[in-house]
């Protein structure tokens, strides 16, 4: 036994030591409290309770244009009560919180912000541990349970497949088609305006109940209407600051709800 | 190894062979289970987008939890400085590192990307408390490595083979201490961020409370001493070659029945916090617990058997010396934080909450492991056992004759002084 070596002072020393670096480790940790650097642009969606009809159109046209398995919804339209003897619905892609928790606890960071306020998944860096899964409130996020082959029936009445199609064993979500926003911006288009840069779920919708455009810009469509219609989003109480804001059924704006 | 393979060839039936024997099947089975995880992936299980960590999640967390024996009895010898008990922290040390191996295996199966495993030490998001988990598991294991070198340098072939290698390997016990005190920090964080994991999440009301943490380190430090001490006594037990300080045995179970009132009184006010004021999502939580589906599981394997019944046995002179009832005691300390492991997880996930606007609404989902869980499970937990077994068998994990050997010493020491 060589413990003698091993004294008091010895202990104390190593022990400051540990706590110099967990305290350092936290400094960190705190200077890089996750939110998105903003951007030029701030994407946002406004969904309309009082237009949509609850038809699943935009869930079709997401799984077509994304290339979503079948068995899973990026966009899902879910009956939520009757007003008026009107069935209400309300339609539910990924929040892309500005605080998202999902970002918080991904231990690889394949869940990212993007400047423009899109939160990402990295699929080439996600290993599948689905700790996003129990920290999105929204249920938004969906595991690739088995590996999806063969046709996808969604193509091609509904559009064509936009991205490569995710493999087994990763979280896949709604990205607000940030491939056709990218693409449009390349080609000079505006995203909420021209259907070829705007999400392929804004674009399907027969009745108009979605609208999509740039926050930073105070003459987007999104801005105007968020200016003059009451909205609100989804559990903002655990302060995930989401980027979708919905229009309450109630044509008043009398039961503003959430 | 040359007389292994000697005996070899006139193969005779003994305990021992039939008991290698049947944790191999269990381990075959296991491998072929997770063959066919790979193979096929994650569908062949019955988790789900809503319960998408169960079984494995708490095999994962119950190794983790027995393997706490190592910092808490390496830091009572390092550094509090009760060397008696250095023997039984070396059990400790080596049911540690295979615990922890453990937990490896269940987590390679259980991410949908085993292929991908080395991305949690290559890309780091230091905000996650998984990040924090790998770091504390990969650095842990490295130092249980370390600490368990002397032990592997017990190894008699490796000792006639490579005489120079196991003498170096014996002198890494000079830095017991320093390990220790690594080991200790280390592993510390590491119980606490596994309750942490949970206790995080915003999007889970029942698990949104710091108290998982404190809870985490409190439960494995008695399971993890529960665990080290009841293979240190059915190690002797089964075999006269084992020799066992009991004195030792005794002292540290009569400090887990200790522990037990610590944690029975956390749990106790954790618990009861929860019941004052609705809160939608943690209060169904509760009651899922407490008269839910989970309610035989809390009640009777957490709290009467996992705590109670220990804690009395423990703590009573005459069942504690009582062989039989300790043993007994150990395993139902062991089952108990294990059945909290499993609670903690699932009451968390069968709660959904809507995220729908107006009042919160709650519904419920259903878990229960499919067969292709169970046998890759027990696969894990089989190979954990024959571990263990092999490294009491061949590595003297469990050997007290040092300290016995200085006790009669200065037994003799005494009575010449006396005589004197």
């Known amino acids: ?258 | 190894m040359k007389a292994l393979s000697l005996k070899l060839p006139k193969f005779k039936i003994t305990p021992w062979s039939l008991w290698i024997g049947f944790l191999s099947l269990v381990i075959i089975a296991g491998v072929c289970a997770g063959l066919i995880v790979f193979w096929k992936g994650l569908v062949v299980t019955n988790l789900t987008d809503l319960v998408p960590w169960g079984l494995w999640i708490t095999i994962d967390l119950s190794s983790i939890a027995v393997a706490a024996g190592a910092f808490s009895l390496c830091a009572g010898v390092y550094l509090i400085g009760l060397k008696r008990y250095h023997a039984i922290a070396r059990t400790a040390t080596f049911i540690g590192l295979i615990g922890y191996t453990m937990a490896l295996f269940s987590l390679l199966m259980d991410i949908g990307r085993p292929d991908r495993f080395w991305h949690a030490l290559v890309y780091w998001n230091k905000h996650s408390l998984l990040w924090e988990v790998t770091m504390c598991v990969t650095l842990y294991l490295t130092v249980l490595l370390f600490e368990s070198m002397p032990i592997f340098a017990n190894l008699e072939w490796l000792q006639k083979k490579f005489p120079k290698l196991t003498a170096k390997m014996k002198g890494v016990h000079h830095y017991a201490p320093y390990l220790a005190v690594v080991g200790l920090g280390l592993s510390m964080l590491h119980q606490s961020s596994l309750g942490a994991v949970y206790g995080v999440l915003k999007a889970r009301p029942l698990w949104y409370r710091p108290d998982i943490s404190v809870l985490f380190i409190i439960s494995a430090v008695a399971a993890g001493m529960a665990l080290t001490v009841f293979v240190s006594m059915i190690s002797a037990r089964l075999s006269n070659r084992i020799k066992v300080d009991d004195s030792i045995l005794e002292r540290v179970a009569y400090f887990i029945g200790w522990i037990l009132v610590g944690y029975l009184y956390f749990r106790f006010w954790d618990a009861l916090s929860m019941t004052y004021t609705y809160e939608p999502g943690r209060t169904e939580g509760l009651s899922l617990l407490t008269s839910g589906p989970l309610s035989f599981n809390f009640w009777v394997g957490e709290i009467l058997l996992g705590i109670v019944t220990p804690m009395i046995l423990l703590l009573n002179n005459r069942t504690r010396n009582l062989p039989v009832w300790r043993m007994v005691a150990l395993l139902l300390v062991v089952g108990g934080v294990v059945a909290y492991r499993w609670d903690t997880n699932l009451s968390g996930f069968l709660i959904v909450l809507s995220y729908l606007p107006g009042q919160p609404t709650i519904s419920y989902t259903k878990y229960v492991p499919s067969l292709i869980e169970f046998l890759a499970g027990f696969g894990v937990i089989a190979y954990g056992i024959m571990a263990v077994s092999l490294g009491v068998r061949y590595l003297k994990v469990v050997d007290h004759s040092d300290v016995l050997e200085e006790e009669e010493v200065s037994h003799n020491k005494e009575a010449k002084a006396i005589a004197v």
């Open chain 1, 1 to 258: 036994m060589t413990d003698k070596n091993f004294n008091r002072r010895d202990f104390l020393k190593i022990s400051a030591l540990g706590v110099t670096a967990v305290a350092g480790l936290n400094m960190i940790r705190k200077a890089e409290a996750s939110s998105a650097v903003e951007g030029a642009h701030q994407w946002a969606m406004v969904i309309d309770q009082s237009k949509c009809t609850g038809c699943g159109y935009c869930t079709l046209a997401c799984r077509a244009h994304n290339d979503v398995n079948p068995d899973i919804s990026w966009n899902q339209v879910i009956q939520v009560e009757k007003v008026n003897g009107k069935d209400v619905f309300i339609a539910r892609p990924c929040m892309q919180c500005a605080k998202a928790p999902c970002v918080d606890v991904c231990m690889v960071g394949a869940s990212y912000y993007r400047p423009d306020g899109i939160v990402m998944m990295d699929y080439d860096k996600c290993i599948g541990c689905r700790y996003c899964e129990a920290a999105c409130p929204y249920g938004a996020r969906a595991f690739n349970w088995e590996a999806f082959t063969g046709p996808n029936p969604a193509v091609p009445q509904w559009g064509e497949p936009e991205i490569e199609r995710r493999g087994r064993g990763v979280v896949e979500k709604c990205s607000f088609c940030y491939q056709r926003i990218d693409r449009g911006l390349k080609l000079g288009l505006t995203p909420g305006e021209d259907a070829d840069a705007t999400p392929a779920c804004v674009v399907a919708c027969p009745v108009g109940a979605r609208l999509f455009g740039d926050l930073k810009d105070p003459e987007s469509i999104v801005s105007k209407i968020l200016k003059e219609r009451v909205s609100y989003q989804l559990r903002v109480d655990l302060g995930t600051s989401p980027r979708v804001y919905y229009l309450p059924a109630e044509p008043a704006g009398t039961g503003v709800q959430g």
